[in-house]
C-alpha cells in the first residue's frame, strides 16, 4: 500500500474502533488532509465548529491564514500535511482533557509514522507538550508554553525516528491578537530554512515578510 492507501486503513479503524464521547456527539470525524508524502506535517489541537461540519482542517479563516504564510516561502496548503490532536470537536471547543488526549494520539502517532516527514510543527500548547513529551501524555505537564517555545527548532528521537519539531502559535492566535502576526511569519522564516526553501520576496503592499535573516 501507498502511504495514502495507509491512511485510508487508519481513518476506518478509528471509524470503526475509537470509543469516545466526542464521537457521540460530533457532526463528523476530523482525519487529516494534505499530501501524504509531505515533508512537513503540522498538529493543530482540536477540530472547532466549522471543521466539525465539514470533517477537513482548517477550512476557516485560520487555514486561510496558513495558506498565506505557507505562500511566503513557496508551499501551499497541498504541499504539507495537518491534523489535530484530537479526531473530534469537544463541545463549546473547550480544551481537551487528558483521558481523550490519550485515547485520540495513539492514532495521531499512527499517522507520524505512515507520513514520516521531516519536521513536525505543532500549533498551539497541547500539540507542542504532547510532541516534545516524546509523544507521550504522561510528560506533557513537564514540557513549557508555547510563549516560551515558538520559533525553536528541537530535535527529537522517537522510536528509533529522528524529527526536527518547530512549535508554533496556532495561526487563529493572530486573528484574535495581531501583535502576533510577526512572530508567526518570523517562525515561519525558521521552517522555511530547515528545509531549504528561498522565502518569496515581498510584493509592494504585501505582508512582513521580505527575505531571509
Do not use: W
Not at 495507509?6 to 470503526?16: A, G
Not at 486561510?64 to 473530534?88: A, F, H, P, S
Not at 524529527?163 to 486573528?175: E, G, Q, R, S, T
Amino acid at each position: 500500500m501507498n502511504k495514502k492507501e495507509e491512511l485510508d486503513v487508519l481513518q476506518k479503524q478509528i471509524e470503526d474502533n475509537l470509543v469516545c464521547e466526542l464521537k457521540d456527539a460530533a457532526m463528523n470525524m476530523v482525519f487529516g488532509k494534505g499530501n501524504s508524502n509531505a515533508d512537513i506535517v503540522f498538529i493543530g489541537e482540536a477540530p472547532g465548529a466549522e471543521e466539525d461540519k465539514t470533517g477537513v482542517p482548517f477550512v476557516g479563516r485560520a487555514g486561510q491564514e496558513l495558506n498565506k504564510l505557507l505562500r511566503k516561502i513557496g508551499l501551499t496548503l497541498d504541499d504539507v500535511y495537518i491534523c489535530n490532536i484530537l479526531k473530534y470537536r469537544p463541545p463549546q471547543n473547550r480544551d481537551p482533557n487528558m483521558d481523550e488526549i490519550r485515547n485520540h494520539t495513539p492514532y495521531l502517532i499512527q499517522q507520524i509514522k505512515i507520513i514520516k516527514p521531516k519536521i513536525i510543527v505543532t500549533l498551539g500548547n497541547y500539540s507542542t507538550k504532547f510532541v516534545l513529551a516524546g509523544f507521550d501524555p504522561e510528560g506533557m505537564k513537564k514540557v513549557k508554553g508555547i510563549t516560551v517555545l515558538h520559533g525553536k527548532e528541537n530535535p527529537i528521537l522517537v522510536d528509533g525516528v529522528d524529527f526536527n519539531v518547530i512549535p508554533m502559535y496556532h495561526p487563529a492566535a493572530m486573528l484574535y491578537n495581531p501583535r502576533l502576526r510577526e512572530a508567526i511569519e518570523q517562525d515561519f522564516l525558521i521552517m522555511g530554512k530547515l528545509l531549504s526553501l528561498e522565502a518569496v520576496p515581498k510584493a509592494e503592499g504585501q505582508g512582513t515578510l521580505g527575505h531571509f535573516l
